[in-house]
């Protein structure tokens, strides 16, 4: 089935969708005679589509202002479609630097945290009040704005505990290790050795890991986050009688166009991610729904309780 927008103004290409479990498949339509350069504009149009999220919803427009919009040419609404059209665009995204995203998302910072202050630059960690920047009411603009990667795990160790936070962020823990499980064997991992983290979605065959989104990055001694890796295919990672080979990852697919080690891919996967986390309510405990969420520091064991209303 083929969406189109109804928003007036600039408007991205046709796009074709496909269900699967978190994310949905995002395919762009190509002229025969149009090329593509940019590793990352590339990807929309390979099977790596089916790791992006499905951006359709936002607020609504009201007619009278389309009408107008319409009669008036350039308008609000315009204005407004151009946005929409930009922050869906990974070519926008600023790895080293500030963009559009960045920029809105100040708004959905949590201004109370001591230890990670809003005022913190991009790249750095800040925790996000999820409940206003998933409300169409209070951001028009969700669900096609993303937060950082830096910025999804943080709120998610913030919203599991104060104290998971706390351990994270503690230099003196080498090995940090936070997991959200469930029944379906559908998880998701964050784990910090040192200053590389690793965050993904997997599934746990015994013999091997099958990750659906796989990302690493790095922070350095000022606390600044960069994205080094992501995954461009589904792929796994070996389990042996010494662990889990955490660097490790084999992709299914290798693709021409688009390279895991990209700092642009990497940065906007890590969006993706974010946003999983987010919307998924990732920190949720509850034993009826089959959801786990536990952490490990340095071989110390640690589970989040259960809900109380169970």
Request: a negative charge; glycine letters at 6%; charged letters at 25%.
């Amino acid at each position: 089935m083929i969406l189109t927008s109804s928003i007036v103004g600039p408007q991205p290409p046709q796009r074709k969708y496909h269900d699967s479990r978190f994310f949905q498949s995002l395919i762009f339509r190509r002229n025969e005679n149009e090329k593509v350069t940019d590793t990352i504009r590339a990807a929309f149009h390979t099977a790596k589509g089916s790791y992006l999220p499905f951006f359709t919803t936002h607020k609504a427009i009201p007619e009278d202002d389309l009408e107008n919009s319409e009669e008036e040419g350039n308008g609000q609404n315009d204005e407004f479609a151009l946005l929409l059209y930009q922050l869906q665009d990974p070519e926008e995204g600023q790895p080293n630097g500030t963009d559009l995203h960045d920029e809105k998302m100040r708004d959905f910072y949590q201004t109370h945290i001591h230890d990670l202050p809003a005022s913190l630059p991009p790249r750095h960690m800040h925790i996000i009040n999820h409940i206003t920047y998933t409300s169409t009411d209070h951001n028009p603009l969700y669900p096609r704005l993303l937060p950082r990667l830096c910025d999804g795990i943080a709120t998610a160790l913030y919203e599991t505990s104060t104290k998971c936070l706390e351990q994270f962020l503690d230099p003196s823990i080498r090995v940090f290790e936070w997991r959200h499980t469930t029944d379906s064997n559908s998880n998701i991992i964050i784990r910090r050795t040192g200053t590389r983290v690793l965050c993904g979605v997997y599934t746990n065959h015994g013999f091997h890991y099958y990750w659906s989104m796989y990302v690493r990055s790095s922070i350095d001694l000022s606390g600044r986050w960069t994205d080094t890796f992501a995954a461009t295919s589904s792929g796994t990672t070996c389990v042996t009688a010494q662990g889990v080979e955490w660097d490790e990852f084999v992709p299914e697919q290798r693709y021409d166009e688009c390279e895991a080690g990209d700092r642009d891919w990497a940065l906007y996967m890590g969006r993706c991610l974010a946003y999983r986390l987010i919307v998924w309510r990732a920190w949720r405990a509850c034993r009826y729904a089959g959801l786990k969420v536990e952490w490990e520091t340095d071989g110390e064991m640690h589970e989040k309780p259960y809900l109380v209303q169970e």
